[in-house]
């Protein structure tokens, strides 16, 4: 079955600092790869996705991440961060049977000034 | 524009009583779903459905119920038996396959036991 790591629950990082989220997946077929982004009390917001072709993927916000088959990892990068990118950010790989994705825990990113 | 609508965005229910909330999408997608999400735990499924008049149970489907009668719609009523139903409830949409497409979400419920 599928399934997604988040390595820290909790990033922390500086007003223009780099940002790098891990995440890690495991599939028996080839994955269909997406980061969403939730401000507080809202809803799931994509950010970006990786179905076919080009490994780097470049979504909304400055945001981007690559697929790395061998490392089975999909992280998330943004060259420098800024206060408005605190939120909550949740990997997802596409299930192994009908259209469910399989969601990771989640990791909260602070910014500090 | 096109999108999910949930309502209520707060609820608060008192002990022993049911309630429903409503979840509403005007995207033309077939694949409806409901997720509920406790602080640290990321995402857990409740009920999902691909088509209408049929839904398939989660991983915590036990004291939720939901009804598909019509494409644009995906009511959940957390029941009674749900003995710890305080939590954010977050109903998403897809197109059919919705693991390549990805979800559209809606802007959640805040449930509140009182």
């Known amino acids: 079955a599928q399934s997604v790591t988040q390595l820290g629950s909790h990033v922390s990082v500086s007003e223009g600092a780099l940002v790098l989220l891990r995440c890690n997946y495991s599939?028996?077929?080839?994955?269909?790869l997406f980061w969403y982004v939730q401000y507080p009390n809202q809803g799931l917001q994509l950010l970006l996705k990786?179905?076919?072709?080009?490994?780097l993927v470049k979504g909304i916000n400055g945001f981007e991440a690559e697929f790395k088959k061998s490392e089975t990892s999909f992280h998330l990068t943004k060259p420098s961060a800024h206060m408005s990118d605190a939120a909550e950010y949740f990997c997802?790989?596409?299930?192994?049977?009908?259209?469910?994705?399989?969601f990771g825990a989640g990791t909260i990113l602070r910014v500090k000034s | 524009d096109g999108g999910i609508t949930q309502s209520p965005k707060y609820l608060f229910r008192k002990e022993g009583q049911n309630v429903t909330l409503s979840c509403e999408q005007n995207?033309?997608?077939?694949?409806m779903y409901w997720y509920r999400q406790d602080p640290g735990q990321g995402l857990r499924l409740i009920y999902y459905?691909?088509?209408?008049?049929?839904?398939q149970k989660g991983d915590i489907a036990e004291g939720y119920s939901v009804s598909r009668e019509k494409k644009e719609s995906f009511p959940l009523t957390v029941t009674s038996a749900q003995k710890n139903p305080t939590a954010f409830y977050l109903c998403?949409?897809?197109?059919?396959?919705?693991?390549?497409?990805?979800?559209?979400f809606g802007s959640g419920t805040r449930l509140t036991v009182v």
């Open positions: 599939s028996s077929v080839p994955p269909y």
């Open positions: 997802a790989v596409s299930g192994e049977y009908g259209n469910k994705l399989v």
């Open positions: 990786y179905t076919t072709g080009a490994t």
């Open positions: 995207l033309n997608h077939d694949a």
């Open positions: 459905s691909q088509i209408v008049n049929d839904f």
């Open positions: 998403a949409s897809s197109i059919s396959p919705g693991q390549i497409y990805g979800y559209t």
